[in-house]
């Protein structure tokens, strides 16, 4: 992988002869970028290019450089590689567009290129890429000529567009390193992870995702890494639009939206809830120490902006701590006499007394970063290109004045006016601050730096991956028969007998005690409530033989004139109608859901997933994630019901989930949870090839 | 109101004798601002400040101003603007604070500022203010100075703070007007929003609100400007922390959140949902014709920003319409044999083929601008910084070839790369594009135009102002009473009678008809179903008196030990628990709240609220807007309830809350809605003096 990022020799291909503007020639750019390393440059025709020497061809070389760039039309790839391949080169960056990102014709030559190039244990960047920057040794292969930083931030780049990398100011703020994985044919993120957890140049990882083929190794790498490093991803393709779109943009396998959010949350990964928050939570993560706890110091130069900063700070989850009895101290004295002083300080009455502006920020700001009531610091700083107002605009000194590196906290600055831009250029590589130029951003970022704290401490997933299933034929079991199958894997079910006959069915029903209630069990019948093949309620054997009278015939004529394969016979339980699951993602595997069943999961659509398997402590916290879920701990009086038990069985079901790869759907609705102990009713359960 | 906009004379009392750095010179900026009118100031020692002439008294001024603007300290606010009334003032500006911002003193001096200044018949904006701004005549009250922009765009901002102001770049962009209303002790934002109507240089107005204390008026006169000038509002103060901060920072009333939204929803407000939605939406409505409906062309130099951008439109309820047949065949010859064409338009692959990036980008453009079956064009466009790339980044040439007046359709770009800001300020100014730096802010910034229009086009209503309440004792009606109240009101309830004994009970019973349903009355019991004061399905005169013997004591117990005022004999009616309500809001006054009752309201928190009154048509709209509104449409089988008298139930309740300004709150909870009618089964009214 060291070689993508940082190769001592690389071997250009398909660089044009012209140069200059329009030329998109990625040997300029290398030279342009400052790279120091020995550059090849093989072409047709051209003896020299921008006064560098040229080869003919790859046979030629008198070396066997470490990385090969490749930017040849489509049709020319696959030959050019196997000439490097001949020639020993082992690593492969190819730019050229029109593969897995274009028509059938391109998948194909995809899939050849990747054959050809594994065969020979060599590895491959792209197609459709951009390929790799390094900005602290001038490395690129971008046929973009892009600004090198004078000072490389710790911030590695994963993405699978060039685009994060050319508009690097727009997405992710400057980068030390990238790699944009293309169409991800053969490396893919989470190799990509695994170098870069030992990269002493990388702190914060940004990845930019449209699809993920390998979904849960990607988990299992991402929650070791993400422990010691903060990976935060922008997932796109959220929309069915934009899914398609990413399907064919990389030719990526793309799974559901919202499985991916809870495998990311599973794995500590923060996920961007668009570009800009993606740039700000990067910043934060690069630039500042950690918060630790969620209460802010708060220092306004206008009452406006404290209250838009309290708006902002309910909706983040964070708040505005006590003000420290140190700044009333230092602070109360300089302002008028009327000042009230709160959290948010409000330092305008106090400038305009003393014309001192910076210094009536300075004491609040730091008081508040000495404080231990106090977690990290928001000023809102009012950045004015006016000379009249040169006191309050000296963003270096005043935060050399601050001396940040004392208190290990961080102070996010909320700029406004139309010096904003001076300032934030000023501070743009002084640690310790981050700077924002509206104050909600300034306030969601402060939260992402929390929600980090908080991922770090959390323990690291597994993410087993499930055993290969096997070529079984597909295989629908319902009813009595999936309740028995869930038995024998432990879960509770309610006891039943499938009767044949009348008879059967009142012994059944004496065996389990009255009353009972009847279903038709028929393969048609997926919704028998609808169909009216259930009755309740049955309390002795007359009301069981006339339940059996009426079910049968209705049944039948509900399935289209095909007879029942018999009539359950089920104690009667009651309790509160729950649905647990299990569904297999695309990218991710096995899934578990629940949801409170009947109106709350289809009207309400009130249900919730996370990969399977979980924890019991896991499982309850899906539960009482539901909107409704006051309803299993308890409401208006009404017992809850055995949180435990349910939990203790979404667990089991899980780790069925993960155990039987075949098993490609189950939908135990209802599962009746009670006060005391829940048990799956009915059930649903489908075994596909694969 | 002309006077505070575009004074042809100002008095500045309380200007510094310093100048310069940290003096905040009043006088200063507006010379600098460039001020062409009459400037007077008066100063008790100073002979002239920056070479200006100063006089010692108001008194001793050769002409009467036609606008004050006071500066001093608070204490001697009082006396100045006497003094100016005195000499025949009209209009002032205070900007002073320590008022209604302030401590109770403060509140008392404002009280009396404002009763001196309406006594004289003058009028006042502030206090805590910046005042106002005009940069058509480069007239300022700012203590602050600011840039003028050398082309004023025809955007007004009514404000109450002078934050906006001074950092325009950061919540408006550039401002052509501006008034800090500060603590709107006199002047009112309707007020102002009625001279802004009629303002020829006012198209587009920005209103940043912590606070409304005549929310009615407001809404009346916006409901009318609204329908011919955009209005977008800020509204702060959403969280409770935030709303308390409001409350001192202006001192002004603030009424709850959700009010607000529904009752600027019902003026044809544009509600910003943070600083920057309020400033990128003002961008696009100062900037773009409108946008007729949903439909986008979108032109992208990367698959993956057009990803995002569906991701994007999706969330903002836009859509990428059909590729239009004048774009494909424009198009597809310049691109390789194997690319694709859609909708977005990848145009990288064309650019890398011809050389010629912004040649494909301006056919793909036009192609759209000119297609019937598109409403508006998204352009993601890299802005490069490096010379190299000079051919893709010629904003002006690009945009003037593009001939938009032409088309009449928005045009938004979207720009990345270290090149935006340059690209940004090149095309400030240009009419008919406007530019952003995140796709999801340009398609944000699209659906509020799309939503403008439509807002435009909806009927303005008329916000009728309650009647002033009577000063009547406080009352509840609960129960039979109020249902009584209700039914001579014109609203339907649940058939019943008051009982005093068993045999009162059976006689009702026979006279409604069985089964009946008995409820304890008692002020004591307001949860009557937990207090076990509720018994239902009684079916024949045996069930009623011994019901009686059982909930007569039980009723009694639960009111520790109080008697029940008598028990509610009602016939037993079956349908959806439905609740409708009516309360006061602080800001709006008459409010109609409706929810599902019971597990819905309680648990799932799934209410919805608007200003009363509401039209059948309104209350529908409220109705079928709860997430379970299928319960009331039909669901899994089961039918709808009566919709349409359900409607007109919650409808002539909210005309009851306008007509009854007493009312302070109503419950009718259950109302039973049945698929055949509805009726209020109890009920809760309150009444309060004023």
Redesign the interface.
Known sequence: MRAFFDPRSVLLVGVPRAT?????NGL??LL?YGYRGKIFVVHPEATEILGHPVHRRVADLPEVPELAVISL??DRVLPAVKECLDRGLKRFVVIS??FG???E??RELQAELVAQVRAAGARLVGPNTMGSLNSFVGFTTAF????RPAHPPPLTLV??????Q??S???TGPLGQALDLGNAADVSFAEVLEYLEGDPLTRVIAL?M?GLPEGRRFLQVASRVGRKKPIVVLK???????AR??L???GSLVGEDQVFSAAFARAGVLRAR???DFKDTLRALVKLPPLQGPRLGIAT????????A??????AGL??GPLPEAVRRAVEPLG?Y???L?N?VDL??IG?KT??YLLAAKETVQGFLAADEIDGVLCML?A????????IVRPREFIAELDLPRFGKPLVLC????G??HVMQELAEVPGVACY?????AVRALARLAAWERLRRQPPEEFPLPAAAGAADPRILLGQGALEYLSRQGLPVAPGRLAATPREAVAAARELGFPVVLKAVSPALVHKW?AGAVLLGLTDPEAVEAGWATLWPRAREAAGGQDPQGILVQKQLSGREVLLGIKRDATFGPVVVCGLG??YT???A?TAQTLAPVTETQARELLTSL??S??LTG???EPGVDLEALARMLAALSRLAVAEPGLAEADLNPVLATPHGCWAVDARLVWRPR
């Open positions: 200059g503007v329009g030329a998109y300029e750019m342009r039309g489509r567009q029109g990102d274009a028509d014709r391109g973009v000529d892009l600004s993405a699978q567009s060039g685009a994060p050319v508009g100011e727009s997405f930019h449209e796109t393709g959220r929309s069915a639009a934009g779109a990413a064919s943009h990389t668009d570009t800009t130069p206008s009452g406006a902006l404290g209250i838009i309290l708006d902002a700070l309910e909706a708040e505005a008028p009327w000042h009230r709160g948010p305008w009455p305009m014309g001192d009012p004015l290109a006016s000379p009249l107002h040169a006191n700029l406004y006016g139309d904003r831009d130029v509206a104050v909600e951003r609808e009947g109106i289809e009207v309400l009130d909107r409704a006051a309803l409401v208006r009086g």
